[in-house]
C-alpha cells in the first residue's frame, strides 16, 4: 500500500514539476532508498564474488555500486580475501571509484571475458528488461554487461516495475553521435510515437557530452503502448548515428532489489 502511494507520487512528482509538497515523503524515502541500495549491493557482492573462483568483475555506474564497491573494498582491505580480483570499469565514475579504493583497475583488451558484471538500473520489468543510462554511461555498461558470463543488477524497491515507465518516468536513453540527433529523435518518434529529447547539462551550457563524446536523447515512450522492447532495442540500433540504447533485453541474470522493509528480494532468468 505505502509502496504503491510512493511509486504513485513519484511519477506524479517529476510530472508536475511545481508540485513541492512533497518533501515529507521524499524525506524518509531518500534515507530508506539508500539503506535499500547498500542491501541489494552487498547482497549481490556475497553472493557472487567468491573467493578463489571470481578473478574479473564488471563495475557499473551510478550511486548503488557505489556500495557494491565499498563492499569489494572492505573484503579487500579488511578481510583479506580476493586481492587478485580485476575490475572493469562501465564509466569515468567507476574507474575513479575502482582507483579510490586501491582495488586492480582492468580493461577489456586484457581481460575480454568477465566473471559477472554488477551494475544498477533505472527500472526492472517483470521480465528483467532494464531501462539503464539515468547516469549516461549506458554504451560502456552494456558493452561490459555483454563481455560478462553472468549480468547482474542492484537496485532500490522503487525500480521494480511490472512495466517500464511505470516508475521511471525520464525514457529510454539512447547515446548518439552528435551530428545525427536532430534526424534520430525524429525517426524515433515516427517510429514509435512519443518523445525524445536532447539531455542537457546541469552545470555547463548545451548538451551532456558523454564519456565517449557522444550525446544523449532521452526517449519518453507512451506509457500505455505495448511495445515489444527487444524489437524496439534492435529498430532503434539500426538507425544511423545510434551509439548504444538503454535498453537492457534479455541480459540481467539476477536482480537483487533493496526493499522498503529492509529485505533484499532476487528476481531470476532462468534462461
Ligand atoms: O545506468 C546507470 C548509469 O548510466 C545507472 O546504473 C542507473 O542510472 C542506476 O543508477 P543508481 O544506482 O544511481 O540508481
Request: glycine letters at 8%; aromatic letters at 6%.
Amino acid at each position: 500500500m505505502l509502496l504503491s502511494l510512493v511509486r504513485r507520487s513519484r511519477c506524479l512528482i517529476s510530472s508536475i514539476g511545481t508540485f513541492s509538497t512533497s518533501s515529507t515523503v521524499k524525506m524518509s524515502e531518500t534515507i530508506s532508498l539508500d539503506q535499500a541500495k547498500k542491501l541489494a549491493a552487498r547482497a549481490a557482492v556475497e553472493e557472487w564474488i567468491i573467493e578463489g573462483e571470481t578473478k574479473i568483475v564488471g563495475i557499473g555506474s551510478g550511486s548503488t555500486i557505489v556500495y557494491a564497491v565499498e563492499r569489494l573494498a572492505e573484503r579487500v582491505w579488511k578481510d583479506g580475501e580476493l586481492s587478485d580480483l580485476i575490475c572493469v570499469p562501465t564509466s569515468f565514475q567507476a574507474r575513479s571509484l575502482i582507483l579510490d579504493h586501491n582495488l586492480n583497475l582492468g580493461d577489456l583488451d586484457r581481460y575480454p571475458i568477465l566473471d559477472v558484471a554488477i551494475d544498477g538500473a533505472d527500472e526492472v520489468d517483470s521480465r528483467m528488461v532494464c531501462i539503464k543510462g539515468g547516469g549516461g554511461c549506458l554504451m560502456q555498461e552494456k558493452i561490459v554487461a555483454a563481455c560478462a558470463k553472468r549480468f547482474v543488477v542492484v537496485a532500490d524497491y522503487t525500480k521494480k516495475s511490472l512495466r517500464l515507465g511505470e516508475q521511471w518516468c525520464k525514457g529510454v536513453p539512447i547515446e548518439v553521435a552528435p551530428i545525427a540527433h536532430v534526424p534520430i529523435k525524429l525517426k524515433i518518434e515516427a517510429m514509435f510515437g512519443g518523445e525524445a529529447h536532447l539531455r542537457m547539462a546541469k552545470a555547463k551550457a548545451g548538451p551532456i557530452v558523454t564519456d565517449n563524446g557522444n550525446f544523449l536523447l532521452d526517449w519518453k515512450f507512451v506509457a500505455k503502448r505495448e511495445y515489444d522492447w527487444d524489437e524496439v532495442n534492435h529498430a532503434i540500433k539500426m538507425i544511423p548515428g545510434v551509439m548504444e540504447t538503454g535498453l537492457f533485453v534479455g541480459m540481467a541474470h539476477k536482480c537483487y532489489f533493496g526493499m522498503a522493509d529492509g529485505n533484499v528480494k532476487a528476481q531470476v532468468n532462468s534462461k
